[in-house]
């Protein structure tokens, strides 16, 4: 009895399991992003904060720098809580994720147009320059997909 | 034994299952990814809060 209900589910519990280990790839992709996105910035604000101490920047322009690393972990945690706990992302999830992604993809734009900050030492400027490049890249990655997902 | 008990015993397999399914290329799921994250934006936003606070100045507002 037993043995003949399990032979009647296991063809629908496989196909359940195979689902559900397939997630969507624009959820890995978009997961995978974030955490760039985290790493980066925390490799900013880190060299950020050493050239501050270090005298190379001061408090001021330290402080333009890491406002705006602020507004990428607060953008990057909430993106993260809409992904979390979703197998496949749906289309008002994606629309979510593009929407709180947009405004600090701008502000990314904005600081690298305006030069950023007054960065008079170059490696610092360079390095400053090229994580927020790799920052903004990881929001189009993740913008790109869900659009075209 | 009977659906509940039956369904009670299938799960932790299948949750099983799943997982080694997920990391059979070994690649870290979505999940664990966005574990690696929040962990991440947790501590940059702590570092810049203390840098804020060590220098006086009122913490960004979010957004």
């Known amino acids: 009895m037993v043995a003949s209900k399990l032979r009647n589910l296991a063809p629908v519990l496989l ?15 978009t997961s995978r992003a974030l955490l760039d996105i985290a790493q980066a910035n925390g490799a900013l604000q880190t ?39 979703l197998t496949k992302l749906d289309t008002t999830s994606k629309t979510k994720i ?17 030069d950023l900050v007054p960065i008079t030492d170059a490696a610092l400027r360079q390095k400053v320059q090229a994580s927020l490049v790799t920052i903004q890249t990881a929001i189009n990655s993740i913008r790109l997909v869900l659009v075209s997902s | 034994m009977n659906y ?39 501590t940059n936003a702590k570092q810049i809060s203390d840098w804020f606070a060590a220098h006086g100045k009122p913490a960004p507002t979010p957004n």
Request: hydrophobic fraction near 55%.
């Open chain 2, 4 to 42: 509940l008990a039956l369904i009670n015993a299938i799960l932790p397999i299948a949750a099983n299952i799943i997982t080694i399914i997920r990391n059979q290329d070994g690649t870290l799921t979505a999940v664990a990814y966005l574990d690696q994250a929040d962990a991440q934006f947790a």
């Open chain 1, 98 to 114: 593009v929407d709180i992604m947009a405004p600090i993809a701008a502000a990314i734009q904005d600081a690298l147009a305006k």
């Open chain 1, 15 to 29: 196909v359940c399991l195979v689902l559900a280990a397939c997630s969507d790839s624009a959820l890995k992709t």
């Open chain 1, 47 to 85: 060299a950020v904060i050493e050239s501050n101490k270090s005298g190379v920047l001061n408090d001021t322009q330290a402080a333009a720098i890491l406002t705006v690393c602020s507004k990428i972990n607060t953008a990057g945690a909430e993106a993260s809580q809409v992904t979390r706990g």
